[in-house]
């Protein structure tokens, strides 16, 4: 896989500072728990799905228009992974009428996988795919989502707005915003190539949210946080290429607990 195509500026004294801080530092946080990786959050019925904030709408809609941000909410799905260990909180978007994408961690060691909307409306799985190459998944879906943007066809440029749409904490539908920093070395994945870098506020059940630009179109995927507070998305570019490639993601098996 080849990294993404982008403007290779060299950043400025700023974007320089922040690489260094945010890359070098000691821990980073998988946001698909409630908690540091590694530890889990505690157990919770697995015939639960959290119900707070359902319905509520962000009183910032971002860097997104009315007509955008109502789009967004309606592609964003809260998803709840009860696996042998405990419960992983995550969020995944849709790309078409019955497929999410999230990140494999928030899918991995799945033996149900429980999604449901803004709006309260829960939505059965069918089958779930995972990527080697990144932190990226496939979920398919029984019922039809509600809407699904368009992917960007290029990745952004340092200083480009991005938005974040997600359910931090399995909780109420979010909305930060933020600046496209730079790009910079996969500090999880070293065989990924290049990553963002942004100042988008997320927390533990942002993974697998959409970055989007101010038209609504998806330019990157959170995964990760750094411990001092800065953003991690997987460019559009490598979402792409691996839904071209017909062995992009592999389908899960459910563990045996």
Do not use: W
């Not at 959290?50 to 909410?73: H, I, K, R, W």
């Amino acid at each position: 896989m080849t990294t993404p195509e982008t403007t290779t500026a060299r950043p400025g004294p700023r974007a320089g500072r922040i690489r260094r801080s945010a890359t070098a530092a000691a821990l980073l946080l998988m946001l698909g728990g409630c908690s540091m990786v590694p530890s889990l959050p505690e157990a919770m019925p697995d015939t639960v799905i959290p119900t707070q904030g359902v319905g509520t709408v962000p009183e910032d809609t971002g860097n997104l228009s009315p007509d955008g941000f109502d789009a967004a909410q309606r592609m964003a799905v809260r998803i709840r992974n009860v696996g042998c260990d405990g419960v992983v909180r995550g969020t995944g978007f849709a790309i078409d009428s019955r497929t999410l994408i999230t990140n494999r961690h928030v899918v991995d060691g799945s033996r149900k996988l429980q999604l449901s909307t803004y709006d309260g409306r829960d939505v059965s799985v069918e089958t779930s795919a995972t990527a080697a190459l990144a932190d990226l998944a496939i979920v398919r879906t029984v019922e039809d989502l509600d809407a699904y943007p368009e992917l960007a066809a290029t990745d952004p440029k340092p200083g480009d707005a991005v938005t974040v749409v997600g359910y931090p904490n399995g909780g109420a539908l979010t909305v930060t915003k933020g600046t496209v920093i730079e790009y910079t070395s996969d500090p999880l994945n070293a065989n990924l190539g290049q990553v963002l870098l942004t100042d988008a506020s997320v927390e533990p059940g942002s993974s697998g949210s959409a970055a989007l630009d101010t038209e609504g179109r998806v330019i990157g995927i959170v995964y990760a946080k750094s411990s001092d507070g800065y953003s991690y998305l997987v460019p559009v570019s490598t979402l792409q290429e691996l839904l071209a490639d017909d062995s992009g993601f592999v389908e899960q098996t459910q563990p045996v607990c």
